[in-house]
DNA sequence: TACCTAACATAATCATTTT
DNA sequence: AAAATGATTATGTTAGGTA
């Protein structure tokens, strides 16, 4: 399987990342350069990423999970600065690899963007991986970059606790089980979202609400390839092959409440979008999923009766619901519209 | 030089995939 | 179900830019 599918088709949490699933070819290559080298420089990690196809903060993250588990099986690598086992401390790499040159470029932020960050953080120490993304978009800086921001914005301001999950709603009476981060914007606080969700037990717990990219400078191809779910891919991955490693990094679900007897399957609708060569630039490549399930409720009228005729296959409906989103979300975030 | 902060580290833990 | 493993967090350190 190219895709980053779920074989259940069990939605992921859209909070998080999607997680990579590495072939063999690549944890080889990966391999490879740890022995070589377990703290790659920038450059390096670059370059492994164009060379395999993953984005490089995943790299940055397989070298740190890579360096843990080394270091917990004990094999005599005894990594890092940590002092203890004086067995073996000569790690060539260690003190001549880490230094200068390691480090990424660091980013500075203009003072006009670093505004959007800070009240971002005000709002929500946590942002998910769409908010993140929505940053990134919003500020034209790395999403990754935007995470550490965060990461070292929290260790300014310790405040909320970590990853806390709450209920949305949970009225005495009926209340649904929908659940979400704490620190996830409300959206039912957001004007013009309400008809867009199913009534709430129709979400499973993990399951999460909000879309992951602008629709703006969308460089995505949508493609509905299955009854039951909707592909968006950047036209690189489009192109590529499907044993080519990149495919698919992320993977968000929304659960748009369409009818699963509809007649999709022999839909491929795709736009393409103008800018397939800038695919390669740091911009991350990702896939994305919307995917429905059988969330069919008597609450959804207008819902069901937009997408009664889904056999027309109403895409339009689903990229003017993906806009209205994400309209949504940015002006939640936008610090003019102190809305609170 | 002192201060701010981006980048990065480990360790622990969570979440998803694989076995 | 358990084991593997990718992603996120808290927390601390390092290094570059700047007042």
């Known amino acids: 399987m190219g895709l980053n599918s779920t074989t259940s088709g069990r939605p992921q949490k859209e909070t998080w990342k999607v997680r990579t699933v590495y ?75 880490l230094p200068k040159e390691a480090r990424q470029d660091q980013t500075s932020i203009a003072r006009s963007e670093s505004n959007i960050p800070v009240q971002a953080f005000d709002r929500n120490q946590f942002p998910d991986i769409a908010t993140r993304r929505i940053l990134a978009k919003q500020t034209g800086i790395q999403e990754s970059r935007i995470q550490m921001k965060f990461q070292n914005q929290r260790s300014l301001h310790p405040g909320q606790s970590r990853k806390p999950v709450i209920s949305l709603v949970d009225g005495p009476n009926e209340t649904p089980n929908l659940t979400v981060q704490q620190n996830q914007i409300d959206l039912s606080t957001v004007s013009g979202w309400s008809h867009h969700f199913p009534s709430s037990n129709s979400f499973s717990k993990n399951q999460t609400v909000l879309p992951a990219l602008l629709p703006s400078h969308v460089s995505f191809v949508p493609c509905v390839s299955q009854g039951t779910s909707v592909m968006l891919v950047q036209p690189m991955q489009a192109v590529q092959e499907e044993n080519s490693p990149s495919s698919l990094a992320l993977t968000n679900y929304l659960p748009i409440p369409l009818t699963p007897g509809g007649d999709l399957s022999n839909i491929h609708a795709s736009f393409w979008p103008q800018n397939q060569e800038k695919c390669q630039n740091h911009k991350e490549q990702m896939g994305t999923v919307l995917q429905w399930k059988d969330y069919s409720h008597p609450h959804l009228e207008r819902r069901k009766h937009q997408l009664q005729d889904l056999g027309q296959v109403d895409l339009s409906y689903i990229m003017q619901w993906w806009d209205e989103c994400c309209q949504a979300l940015l002006a939640e975030w936008d610090p003019q519209e102190g809305t609170s």
Do not use: C, M, V
Not at 36 to 58: F, M, S, V
Not at 61 to 80: A, E, H, Y
């Open 23 to 97: 072939n063999q070819s690549q944890k080889d290559i990966l391999q490879k350069w740890f022995e070589h080298n377990p703290y790659p420089d920038t450059a390096t990690r670059r370059q492994l990423a164009k060379e395999i196809g993953i984005p490089e903060y995943n790299i940055q993250i397989w070298f740190k999970n890579q360096r843990t588990k080394r270091r917990l099986l004990g094999s005599g690598w005894s990594l890092g600065k940590d002092q203890t086992q004086g067995q073996e401390q000569h790690q060539p790499w260690i003190q001549e690899t």
